[in-house]
């Protein structure tokens, strides 16, 4: 007979910590069974988010917010959406975690732990955006297959780390430099250990701004581990798909990086428009760059209702990409007259700017307000959803909330 032996005494008392509970029959599970409770573990209280977010796949795990979800000017934690590709990286241990620069534009390899980025270079904090590059992808017609972003895929928090550009220089860097690339952590979904979820990256001159930084700091402490722990590549204004999480290594390229999920439809759209559903060929295709403008408004949450006669004051943030936000307006009657709201400047560039505004309804009855940024180019956000594309990029519509008068 094939006798099984039981689950032992330690790893049942450990089951039971976590669950929270004595496991009352645990002496009849069987050696290697997992308890359902930690098979599906509760992701608000494993990521620990604000359980008005939204789980958009868990496997693996895609969670957006919700506008008013986002009202905060710095975004905490628990309000970050977070996009994985593969698997969280599992036992990351800061105290060995090394990063290794090579490729072929480096003057030579060179690979520094974790302790010596920290201890060598200079420490810089930004507040940047980050914004998904399919952020509201589930208004496209017909639809974009991926997770069905609405508006939530954004945030704004406050990154420590040292720039890039510091530890480019420390390495040195061949003049046929073209883009560097990330490398991390995080498994591919089939366990194939060979295959990389994704490896993306940026031109050099992007590699080389003041805020793009290598990471070690998120709102003051250490990065949360969805977010990228214990270090990370974070490169504001861009498709938030360049700010490699759990990154390892960072190669210096002569070619336009041609890693997982830089080739095909993947972060790239037509160069020039094409009509909905159309198939674009390959060599029409580009990478997205800076992020088109863009506004949330995340006070009221939208289906406020307030009095007749009262004044409704509203408040969200604004970005740009690499530009500045120069004008915010807003509209009560579906975008046939705007009115421009307060807008303050950003904290430092590629931060997300915050409006305000107090409105005043004409009579009793039901209205919807909605938002619109222009950027320094001049180029305001469209009121419909803009340029179709097979993957459901860069939509950068006007955000709108409802609000009853009675
Ligand atoms: N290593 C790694 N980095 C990654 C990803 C990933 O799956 N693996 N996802 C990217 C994408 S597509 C986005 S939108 C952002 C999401 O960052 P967040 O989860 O911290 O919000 O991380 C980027 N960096
Ligand atoms: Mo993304």
Redesign the pocket.
């Known amino acids: 007979m094939n006798r099984r032996s039981f689950v032992k005494k330690s790893v049942l008392s450990s089951f039971a910590a976590i669950v929270g509970a004595e496991i009352v029959f645990g002496s009849n599970m069987i050696d290697g069974y997992t308890p359902l409770a930690l098979q599906e573990p509760d992701p608000f209280k494993l990521f620990k988010k604000n359980n008005e977010m939204v789980v958009l796949n868990d496997k693996p795990w895609n969670i957006e917010a919700k506008a008013h979800l986002l009202d905060d000017k710095v975004t905490p934690n628990s309000s ?7 698997k969280i990286p599992e036992n990351i241990n800061a105290d060995n975690w090394k990063l290794v620069i090579n490729g072929e534009s480096v003057k030579q390899q060179k690979t520094y732990t974790l302790q010596e980025l920290k201890s060598k270079f200079k420490h810089y904090t930004y507040q940047l955006t ?1 914004e ?1 590059g399919g952020n509201g992808r589930s208004e496209f017609n017909p639809p974009a297959k991926g997770n069905q972003w609405t508006v939530g ?1 954004v ?1 704004c928090a406050s990154w420590t780390g040292i720039r890039l550009k510091d530890l480019l220089e420390d390495v040195g860097i061949k003049s046929d430099a073209v883009y560097i690339a990330y490398h ?1 952590a ?1 498994t591919h979904l089939s366990g194939d250990p060979s295959k990389e ?2 490896s993306r990256g940026c031109p050099i001159s992007k590699a080389m701004q003041e805020e793009t930084l290598l990471a070690f700091q998120m709102n003051g402490k250490d990065i949360p581990l ?3 722990y214990p270090l990370r590549l974070v490169a504001g204004g861009w498709p ?2 360049v ?4 990154v390892n290594t960072i190669s210096v390229r002569n070619i336009v990086h041609d890693g997982p999920k830089m080739t095909g439809t993947a972060y790239r759209v037509p160069c020039k428009n094409v009509a909905p559903g159309e198939k674009v060929e390959d060599k029409d295709m580009c990478i997205i760059e800076s992020m088109p403008v863009k506004s949330l408004i995340t006070y009221p949450k939208s289906g406020a209702m307030i009095k007749k006669n009262k004044s409704l004051n509203i408040r969200g943030h604004a970005w740009a990409g690499e530009l500045e936000v120069s004008k915010l307006e807003y509209s009560i009657d579906f975008g046939a007259t705007w009115q421009e709201c307060e807008l303050e400047k950003p904290t430092n560039r590629l931060a997300w700017q915050h409006f305000s505004a107090t409105i005043q309804f004409p009579k009793i009855g039901y209205y919807e307000v909605w938002a619109k940024a222009t950027d320094s180019n001049g180029v305001a956000q469209p009121m419909v959803v803009p340029g179709w594309n097979p993957k459901g990029y860069l939509n950068n519509a006007c955000h709108r909330i409802a609000v009853k008068v009675s």
Not at 243 to 246: E, N
């Open positions: 970050m959406f977070i996009r994985n590709n593969g980050l998904c895929a945030h991390s995080d979820p994704i969805a977010h990228g938030a798909s700010s490699g999480k759990w």
